[in-house]
Structure formats: C-alpha cells, structure tokens
C-alpha cells in the first residue's frame, strides 16, 4: 500500500540563519584482509570439512537463503548447489526470512530473485511458502516452527551471514541460530519470538537454537563473516554438531572487523538510503545511534536526515520511525502495508513512524540543521554515508574535516565543494 502524501509547507523561525557547509570527501582505513576467490574458498571448505560424511544420493536438501545483503551471494548458493549435486543429492532453495517481504511467499521470493537467487540462476528449485511445522516447544510452552518445505526435506543447509544484531546483544546474535529460530520459522514462528521481546532474545534464540537442531533435519551449516568494506573475510563449513560453538565464535570475530566511524560525535547524519538488506532496522544502530538505542561505539548525531530507500528491500522501509527527517519522494516510495506487517511482527511499533519528509533534500538538510540545539546554524558538523555497511568512502563537512586531517586512520581526498543539487532540489550523486 502506497500513499500520496501531500507538500506540507511546515513554518520555522530562524531557518534564513541555515548556511549549508561545504563538503569533503574522506577515507576511513580499516583492516582490508578477505577472501580472493570466494567460491573456491567455500568448495575447498566443503570438501575438507565433509570428506568423510556419507554421500547424499537422492536425498532431497534444503539450502537457506535470508533477506540480508551478502556479497556473492548467488554464487555462494550456486557453489553449494553444485557440490551436493556432486554427491548425488536434489537439493532445492527456500526464502528463510521470518516475516520479511510482506510476510507473503510471493514477496520472499521477490527478495531472493533481486538477489539472482532464482530457479533459472541456481539450476534448482526456489520452493517458497508461509507454510510451517511446529517441531517443539520450550519449557514455558512455547511452540518452536520450522518452514514445512525444510522440515520435510532430507538436510537442511543453515546458510547466513554473521554480524552483531541491531536490537539486542548476546551471544548470538544475527546468525545461524537466529536464522534457524526466526527466519526458517517463517511469520508464525518470527512473531512468536518477536512477542517475548528484544531483552529475551540473548536466551531465546540458543534455546530455540537447540530445538531446532535436535528436531530438525539439519545436516551442516556455512557461517559468513564481512569486514569493515563489504567484503567477505571469513566464511567456514561446519557440520551439525559444531554450529552452536561456531556460530558464538564467529559473532566475536565480525564485532572485530565491522565498520566503525573513526570519530564519535556529528550534528547531522545523512544516509543515502537504508533498507533490510543492510540491517533489520534499515540501517546498523550498532554503528549509527538512535535516540532510543546507544550502543558503545556508534556515531552519535543530533538529526538523521534518510534519503531514500534501497532497491532491495522491495519498499520495506522498517525503522523509518526512528529518524528525525526525510523526504516527499521517500514517504511516497514506502510500502506501508509491507512496512507495518515487519514491524508489527518484531512488536516495535515506533519503527514504522512517519518522520518529517520535506519536499526535497535541500529543504531536509536545512530542517535537520535548523532543529539541532547548541550549534551555529553556519557552522554545522555534516556527515554523509551511502548506508551503514559503506563507511570507508564518506563525505564530512569541512569544519569536521580540518578535526580529522591528523588522524592516522583517515585519508583526505578532496578539497572543500558545495553540495550541487538538481532543478527539483535533490542531491546529485
């Protein structure tokens, strides 16, 4: 569902005081160590570390594939489809993605075909559905799911990415485990989880974890970790019995290698765009803080100013609610109905919030400077971002700049230049 939100021509004293700051163009240096040749990295894995696993003639094996952003990810899931066809398995594809893509089984396998997962790409097919088992239950009663497809397959693959999560901390965190309790449980099972809230979720999800793998076909899991650039810098082949243990470890190492600022503190923040593919809130609060969520380390600004949405997320704009301004152009492109169900399901309602959206992004900018407290309105401190997962190219204001010109991990790469914008009043790229 789509809504023409009309102009609204808001009034603000003092908005005449607003100077727009000249720009700069940094580079934030982090550990740039990854993985050359990452499909041959991942056979080699597979061959090494399932030599002496039986074959899977004719067995039927079910490969995840998640809604979050991986780099290669077709060819990944192509490599692994590949090589249990060499062992004589069937295997097949499932959207693993709890209640992403408007919970609907057409819309998850929209996500994956954005991503070049699709029948034709893999070889396989791409069985999707909202369909589920319920496999057990925690002590308190708690029914745990599995997508049916999955639970009625001869294997299961566990494939996911691992990054810390955007809402809750523990030992595991975004990974395979939640993949396993929330995204192969589908909406019915996500909601379920999602309604004993975020600060049950450090036990929640190794419980449900530990259901999952007693009762649920699953015969190996692939563990990838990215670093600071996007890039893939890890990426282990474990069997059955060694994912728990991994899937800890591997949560430590991505905390180490993920993109932080390189300074702590901004007025206003502009991200070009958010979306679940770069996190389930649209963009990291691990690395940008919101006003309900600080964690150490993330960049603290006054006002986020978000510029749109990215293809992927298929105008899935959860998290929208927890920045301050926006535009006319984004309020437009949001799916609300898609928007409300994910937000409904992970019960955080203030995600789903309409923010201010200006008619343009000269006239956002200049609100989010104009509504700071404590600053020159001619002097504001500006950082621009693509998304929270490329942070090594930035641009900064020039007042910031000049701060970090000493710096040993930041390169300065232009000179101070106006931001140009279009006829309509956006920015040009």
Request: charged content about 15%; overall charge negative.
């Given at each position: 569902m789509f809504i023409d939100f009309p102009v609204v021509d808001a009034k603000m004293?003092?908005?005449?005081?607003?100077v727009l700051p000249k720009m700069v163009?940094?580079?934030?240096?982090?550990d740039d160590s990854r993985i050359e040749n990452v499909t041959a990295h991942l056979f080699g894995e597979l061959e090494a570390k399932l030599e002496k696993r039986e074959r899977f003639d004719g067995r039927r094996i079910c490969l995840t594939a998640g809604s979050r952003g991986i780099p290669h990810y077709g060819d990944i899931m192509k490599t692994i489809?590949?090589?249990?066809?060499?062992?004589?398995?069937?295997?097949?594809?499932?959207?693993?993605?709890?209640?992403?893509?408007?919970?609907?089984?057409?819309?998850?396998?929209?996500?994956?075909a954005a991503y070049g997962i699709t029948e034709e790409a893999m070889g396989v097919p791409v069985l999707s559905s909202m369909e589920t088992v319920q496999v057990g239950c925690l002590e308190d009663g708690m029914p745990v799911y599995c997508d049916r497809y999955a639970y009625e397959s001869d294997g299961i693959v566990i494939i996911n990415k691992i990054k810390p999560h955007t809402s809750f901390k523990g030992d595991y965190e975004s990974g395979l485990l939640k993949m396993m309790a929330i995204g192969l449980a589908k909406h019915k099972g996500a909601a379920q989880v999602h309604m004993k809230g975020y600060e049950n979720f450090h036990w929640l999800i190794p419980k449900i974890g530990e259901v999952c793998l007693k009762t649920e076909p699953i015969v190996?899991?692939?563990?990838?970790?990215?670093?600071?650039?996007?890039?893939?810098?890890?990426?282990?082949?474990m069997e059955k019995d060694q994912i728990k243990e991994r899937d800890r470890a591997l949560l430590q190492m991505a905390k180490g290698r993920m993109a932080r600022f390189k300074f702590s503190q901004t007025d206003v923040l502009i991200i070009d765009e958010i979306g679940k593919n770069i996190g389930g809130a649209g963009f990291d609060p691990n690395v940008v803080a919101r006003r309900d969520r600080r964690y150490p380390g993330a960049l603290i600004s006054q006002n986020i100013f978000v510029r749109g949405l990215t293809r992927e997320t298929?105008?899935?704009?959860?998290?929208?609610g927890t920045i301050e301004v926006t535009t006319l152009?984004?309020?437009?492109?949001?799916d609300w109905a898609v928007?409300?169900?994910?937000?409904?399901?992970?019960?955080?309602?203030?995600?789903?919030?309409?923010?201010?959206f200006a008619r343009n992004d000269r006239e956002a900018l200049r609100w989010a400077i104009r509504t700071c407290t404590g600053i020159r309105y001619d002097d504001a401190r500006v950082v621009r971002i693509k998304d929270t997962m490329h942070l090594y190219e930035i641009e900064v204001s020039q007042n910031l700049a000049q701060e970090l010109e000493k710096s040993k991990e930041i390169e300065i790469l232009s000179e101070p230049y106006d931001i140009v914008f279009d006829e309509e009043g956006y920015i040009i790229d």
């Open positions: 004293e003092g908005l005449d005081q607003v163009k940094i580079r934030q240096l982090y489809v590949l090589w249990l066809k060499k062992q004589g398995a069937e295997p097949f594809i499932i959207p693993s993605m709890g209640s992403h893509a408007g919970a609907t089984a057409e819309g998850q396998a929209e996500m994956l190996f899991g692939v563990g990838i970790v990215q670093n600071a650039y996007d890039d893939i810098c890890h990426l282990e082949v298929h105008h899935n704009a959860s998290g929208i152009k984004c309020v437009r492109d949001i928007t409300w169900t994910n937000m409904m399901t992970a019960n955080f309602l203030p995600g789903c919030r309409i923010p201010c």
